[in-house]
């Protein structure tokens, strides 16, 4: 049976060492997040960042809007982030309510601000094995776990499913920075069965409950399962058919307590270090 990749784990080390340091500054960094959406994923998620973020010692604004909000007050509310001594990261949560423009919104974050380095000047960065301000937070998240469990990365094949601008592109970037030949496969691929077999790393991130089914993957490949969605029972489920494919697989990630917490782990970390360099 595969080892179980005990992000948890992983991320409270990542959550206490911060702490530590954080204790000796002289001043609290400061995240802000955004919430303009009703969905109730994001409402967790948001919360969660709060929670992390006070626990930390951190300075935490949560600026809830309703469905009436527009797009010119969002982005009036970012520019006065952007000028707010006291705010080292600014985190937009996505998705955003229908009628606003995600892509607009997060241009007029400040660059050295972007906590989640989705602005296009840290995404061109990225490309351009330039370091970004920040590293979105999942993508970072994932590399700090195959190494932390010593799994090579370099020269293997590497397939991600789901080509997401938060997940599966900036993935396929780090990877391919890493040395690994990546297949970035998404709904639209023909025959991904035959594609996720060649995995040696089968990363997935669609969201689809159940996608990756246990003959979709190679025997002793590593599987790394970013999907998170709450059945009607209530229970979460990932992208991956855990219980079948653990007996397949030699490492695997668990949901919950695989990637998830490693991301909110990056996204403190990221504030952290955000901080240092505005106050260098
Ligand atoms: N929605 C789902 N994941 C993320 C993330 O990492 N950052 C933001 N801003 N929104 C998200």
């Known amino acids: 049976m595969a080892i179980i990749i005990n992000g948890k784990k992983i991320a409270n080390e990542i959550l206490e060492n911060l702490k530590e340091k954080t204790a000796k500054l002289d001043k609290k960094p400061g995240l802000a997040v955004i919430l303009a959406n009703d969905n109730d994923s994001s409402k967790v998620y948001v919360s969660s960042k709060e929670k992390h973020s006070l626990y930390l010692g951190f300075k935490s604004c949560i600026y809830r809007f309703d469905k009436k909000v527009t797009q010119g007050e969002l ?3 970012i520019h006065e982030l952007n000028e707010n001594p006291n705010i080292n990261g600014i985190l937009v949560q996505l998705p955003l309510f229908e009628h606003l423009n995600a892509n607009e919104i997060i241009e007029v974050i400040n660059p050295k601000k972007d906590v989640d380095g989705f602005h296009p000047i840290n995404v061109g960065k990225l490309n351009s094995n330039l370091n970004p301000w920040a590293v979105c937070c999942t993508p970072k998240g994932i590399i700090k776990l195959l190494k932390k469990y010593n799994i090579k990365i370099a020269g ?5 499913v789901g ?4 997940v599966g592109k900036p993935l396929a970037t780090l990877l391919t920075s890493e040395d690994a030949t990546v297949t970035l496969a998404h709904s639209k691929t023909k025959n991904l069965k035959s594609i996720t077999k060649e995995a040696d790393i089968l990363i997935s991130a669609t969201g689809h409950a159940k996608l990756i089914k246990a003959n979709m993957v190679k025997k002793g490949a590593v599987v790394i399962d ?6 009607p029972s209530g229970k979460l489920v990932g992208d991956v058919d855990f219980e079948k494919v653990k007996n397949i697989a030699s490492y695997i990630t668990p949901v919950p307590g695989g990637v998830g917490p490693m ?3 990056c996204l403190m970390e990221n504030t952290y270090e ?4 505005q106050n260098q």
């Open 163 to 166: 080509r997401s601008n938060i």
């Open 156 to 160: 293997k094949n590497i397939v991600i």
């Open 263 to 265: 991301t909110i782990a």
């Open 75 to 77: 982005i009036k509310a």
């Open 226 to 231: 970013v999907g998170i969605t709450k059945q």
């Open 274 to 277: 955000l901080y240092l360099k």
